[in-house]
């Protein structure tokens, strides 16, 4: 069966919220009912057929044409996939429990916040907070898989619990900050004050930082076996992160934030 | 029936359940694997009093491994959950945990689990790190040659213990020979140990004994010393007796195991010195598994 399409009518001047379309949300609903859902645009509540040409079969798989206004694509969603093509905005994949999302483009900030599993995947460029903490929560992403392939913004990992968050490009400031658990790994450069605050948690590194915080501390370099595991596990993810596989797990290790019980770890690949 | 001029006995051999599992031991290299696999299984040929009974399987090539290093699999048995929980964690902590560069994963993935890592990673200090990879937990604890590396848990499933068959031999030399035969054969089976030494056992014992304290004793109608002084099973030419014991992880495991070593057993017959064929049993009243003899070769 095909997939579900939503085509912008015209080009969005206010921000979309598209949670309420996900898979199971219009489960079982014919195209004239989907329509007619409620969908709110700026502070405005309109139907999603106002905005949206809905069109294809009704099927466990959303499409929908690319737009950095779209907020919250897939928000808390729990099964299916849904595709964007093109740009994505704000908040995409928080909360979400299971299934697939996948970005042709480039989201914005506090993509996969509070994210406890399924997969999202970016084709270009995420913005700050991916795979954090929304404003007032303790914790981050809780489990799930994250693949960047372009750059992240600022505070990549922010308080992140558990999962992984794969970065092909670039990271900006303060990536894993106050991680808690789980694996960030950066395969370009990463920015300035990396792992502050971690307490534990791994971020993995393919390019050394140009400058480390003083409150990590050099551990030596080390073949660590739960590394083998890993990159045996992202074998399927295509490039970069695929190109792992088979490596040696050989990596320095430093320890910190010593600021914040100093269990975390950030490992650069030798 | 007579096979090569081997008499196989109108018997059957009673087997009981057991709670089985399977760890993958990788190492550095495969002498690190073999060496951290043979203390675990160490002192591990009985129950009665070894709390488990144990045997390396096979040894595995990297590409058979989730660490993709060298590795053996091993197969551990015991009585109840309980107690194989119990075994599991002395035998993991104080053999594999030590031995230099392994690592430990589960090698059955089965509903009931037993913990592996999940209590041994304690001896991290709190240094202990967990990993989830492909939604299994592997617990990360630094040791003083880098990291020990164990799954948290292991798969456990119902299994079969006390498969059996006793070789009777016109001597010492020529029952031996027919074991070590059987053996070869035996241990190209998977989802099976023998885990006597060598796979082989010469003191095949009864239930119970004239001495209060003890709950089992020597087989005596099998001893070839005892043929004049007790009710023997054994005709006069018979001059040694010995037994190989099974542990499968089912009864289809251990009546293949069972088969290919009484055929190897039958193959070296007569002319090697083999004179019957019989099997250990309490009258089918205690296990809940029989193998016949006869069937199996038939």
Redesign the interface.
């Known amino acids: 069966m095909s997939a579900l399409t939503f085509t912008l009518r015209q080009k969005a001047v206010q921000r979309i919220d598209v949670s309420c379309l996900t898979p199971e949300k219009v489960a079982g609903m014919s195209l004239d009912q989907i329509r007619t859902l409620p969908i709110h645009q700026g502070n405005r509540q309109v139907s999603v057929g106002e905005l949206f040409a809905v069109a294809g079969g009704v099927s466990d798989e959303l499409v929908f044409s690319g737009c950095s206004q779209l907020d919250h694509v897939g928000q808390g969603m729990s099964t299916g996939r849904i595709r964007v093509e093109g740009d994505a905005g704000a908040y995409v994949g928080t909360a979400m429990r299971s299934g697939e999302i996948v970005i042709s483009g480039s989201v914005g900030i506090f993509a996969a916040c509070g994210m406890r599993g399924g997969t999202l995947t970016v084709g270009g460029n995420a913005g700050d907070f991916l795979g954090g903490a929304l404003p007032g929560e303790m914790r981050g992403m809780r489990g799930g898989l994250v693949r960047v392939l372009g750059n992240a913004g600022d505070r990549a990992g922010d308080r992140m619990r558990?999962g992984a968050i794969l970065i092909g490009g670039n990271a900006g400031e303060c990536c894993a900050s106050r991680m808690i658990?789980g694996?960030i790994a950066v395969f370009g450069t990463i920015g300035e004050r990396a792992g502050y605050g971690m307490t534990?948690g791994?971020l993995l590194c393919a390019t050394a930082p140009d400058r480390i915080l003083p409150t990590f501390n050099e551990c030596g370099t080390?073949?660590?076996?739960?590394l083998?595991?890993?990159f045996?596990?992202w074998a399927t993810l295509g490039a970069p992160f695929a190109e792992l596989s088979?490596r040696s797990p050989r990596v320095q290790r430093l320890m910190g934030d010593l600021g914040a019980g100093g269990?975390g770890?950030i490992l650069v690949l030798r | 029936m007579i096979i090569n001029g081997v008499s196989i006995d109108e018997t059957f051999a009673e087997a009981f359940g057991m709670r089985g599992t399977r760890l993958i031991i990788t190492a550095h290299d495969l002498t690190w694997a073999r060496h951290a696999a043979v203390a675990l299984t160490g002192f591990a040929t009985s129950v009665i009093a070894c709390g488990a009974e144990a045997g390396i399987e096979r040894e595995l090539s990297p590409d058979e491994t989730p660490d993709g290093r060298p590795g053996v699999s091993a197969l551990l048995f015991a009585v109840s959950s309980k107690e194989l929980g119990k075994q599991l964690e002395r035998r993991v902590g104080q053999c594999v945990l030590t031995c230099p560069t392994t690592a430990v994963f589960a090698g059955l993935d089965a509903p009931e689990k037993l913990p592996l890592g999940k209590t041994l990673r304690f001896f991290g200090d709190g240094f202990q790190n967990s990993k989830v990879v492909a939604g299994r937990r592997y617990w990360r604890v630094p040791v003083m040659d880098g990291e020990f590396l164990a799954e948290e848990t292991t798969s456990m499933v119902k299994a079969v213990g006390g498969g059996n068959f006793l070789v009777l031999a016109q001597d010492q030399v020529s029952a031996l020979r027919a074991c070590e035969a059987a053996i070869g054969e035996m241990r190209k089976l998977p989802n099976v140990i023998m885990p006597f030494p060598g796979g082989v056992v010469r003191s095949g014992s009864k239930v119970g004994s004239k001495y209060k304290a003890l709950p089992a004793s020597t087989n005596d109608a099998f001893c070839p010393t005892l043929r004049g002084a007790t009710r023997s099973e054994l005709t006069s030419d018979i001059g040694s007796v010995m037994e190989i014991v099974i542990d499968g992880l089912t009864d289809t495991d251990v009546r293949a195991a069972m088969k290919s070593g009484l055929e190897a057993v039958c193959r070296v017959g007569a002319a090697g010195g083999v004179r019957r064929i019989s099997a250990g049993n309490y009258g089918g009243k205690l296990g809940q598994f029989h193998f016949h003899l006869r069937e199996i070769l038939a």
């Open positions: 558990r658990a694996t534990r791994t080390f073949e660590l076996g739960f083998t595991l890993l045996k596990q088979g269990k770890e």
